[in-house]
């Protein structure tokens, strides 16, 4: 006769054995449940933990602007001059638009080499259509950002339907779209553009009222704080750790020295960029996308386990496809926006350091290659990061290579910081 030594009686399952262990038992709690309750001591044992666990955040790429500013500034008193500083925020907008596509791609952690030639077939379709045929030039712009989100498509049907590795693929499109671009520029392989039209206005307009750049900042620092004020209430209602309202003050108000600093250098020069607003704008869009909608959940949950997602009913492979097809769209984004720097459509476009630095900016500003990790947020501090370097060197008249080689030692240290943060994240079992 077999006896079920599991079973426990009625009488017996309030036992407790060892009441002294069980009464210690429920103080070990999730310590970022007491952050909010211990106050600025709360966060600071926070910030320990996060650091001990390799959960970095923005500090690294933080850190790296403020010592190359200092070390730049201490070399030349034009840098931090404020029409370098515009020149810089304007020249970062190309190459910050196409990192933001690259970033979608890279949190399924996968990769898209062909962003750069897709940005130059987008600047010569808009070109070719609107200097060379006649077609109105807003019509031209709409079917050049389409034909990139239908060419970035392409590519995810290949990756995502036939099972063909994304860097096979986009190497090949990198090839094949290139090749397209010199054949509809034709032999004389330049078509100049509108200085004043649609696209040539991009990143030559600025608002020169005082009152744009200010207006931006005041519109943005409200906006953070509204959002920041009902995300905690909501959750407050829902009964899980929230904000206090003077953690929301404090990061209003170092938000909104940040935005008016910025306001007041634009206005010394030439006044808000068009440019600059335009980004920004598709940063908060693009991030409220990632962060706040069942679409960006699913892309974050695909760059975690593919399998764990297809068990959960995501459909794949149409996510996929789609964010393939939103890196087309901002390569062809920022394809326009180099047109507008140059004031033309040529051979060179998408071509040399681009395909770098577009991907450079979404990893230096803190995105996984190994997927699952980043913001929108990120092309704008990585670009930032790239772009000063750029001109830092510039104003001190060093060549082209030396750029290549601190850009690529730049990259590197990112690269290392992220692979370190992983294993010391695994260690510390959040990974």
């Known amino acids: 006769m077999s006896i079920d030594k599991t079973s426990v009686s009625p009488e017996d399952e309030h036992i407790v054995e060892n009441p002294e262990a ?24 926070e910030f320990k933990r996060k650091m001990r666990a390799g ?7 933080v850190i790296g602007l403020i010592v190359i500013c200092v070390i730049f500034q201490s070399l030349n008193s034009a840098f931090l001059s404020a029409e370098n500083l515009n020149n810089i925020a304007v020249a970062m907008v190309a190459t910050g638009m196409m990192s933001v596509g690259i ?3 890279l949190l399924l952690g996968e990769i898209d080499l062909s962003v750069g030639s897709v940005s130059g077939v987008a600047g010569a379709i808009m070109a070719v259509l609107s200097v060379t045929h006649g077609v109105n030039e807003w019509l031209a712009v709409l ?13 995810g049907f290949f990756f995502a339907r036939i099972g063909a590795p994304a860097f096979a693929v986009t190497l090949a499109g990198l090839l094949f779209w290139l090749g397209f671009m010199l054949q509809i520029l034709g032999e004389n392989g330049t078509i100049n553009i509108d200085g004043d039209g ?9 608002f020169s009222d005082v009152a744009a750049a200010y207006g931006l900042a005041i519109a943005a620092v409200a906006l953070f704080f509204v959002t920041s004020f009902l995300d905690s209430r909501r959750r407050e209602a829902a009964g899980i750790p929230a904000r206090p309202l003077v953690d929301i003050v404090v990061r209003t ?12 250098m634009f206005n010394q020069y030439k006044g808000l960029p068009l440019a600059l607003l335009l980004f920004v704008v598709v940063l908060v869009v693009s991030d409220f996308v990632l962060r706040r909608t069942g679409y960006g959940r699913k892309i974050f949950a695909l760059g975690g386990s593919v399998e764990a997602s297809r068990r959960a009913g995501i459909n794949v492979t149409a996510v996929r496809i789609s964010v393939f097809a939103i890196a087309g769209f901002f390569a062809a984004v920022g394809g326009l926006f180099w047109a507008s720097k140059i004031a033309a459509a040529n051979q060179s476009a998408g071509a040399g350091d681009l395909l770098m630095n577009v991907i ?12 699952g990790r980043g913001r929108t947020w990120n092309a704008l501090l990585g670009v930032m990061v790239i772009t000063s370097i750029q001109y830092g060197l510039a104003l001190e008249g060093i060549a082209t290579p030396v750029v290549y080689m601190v850009t690529g030692g730049v990259l590197l240290a990112t690269v290392v ?15």
Do not use: C, N, W
């Open 103 to 105: 970033i979608f791609v």
């Open 253 to 264: 108000v170092v938000l909104a020295v940040i935005a008016f600093a910025a306001a007041i």
């Open 360 to 371: 450079a900016a979404a990893v230096i500003g803190g995105t996984s290659l190994f997927g």
């Open 198 to 206: 649609v696209v040539g206005k991009l990143t030559t307009y600025y």
């Open 55 to 61: 959960d970095l955040g923005s500090i690294p790429v």
């Open 22 to 45: 069980a009464a210690g038992a429920d103080v070990a709690v999730d310590p970022r449940l007491l952050v909010r309750e211990r106050g600025f001591a709360g966060y600071f044992d």
């Open 417 to 431: 910081i992220d692979s370190i943060t992983r294993k010391t994240q695994k260690t510390a079992g959040r990974a």
């Open 143 to 155: 079917i050049a950002l389409a034909g990139g989100a239908a060419i970035g498509a392409m590519h």
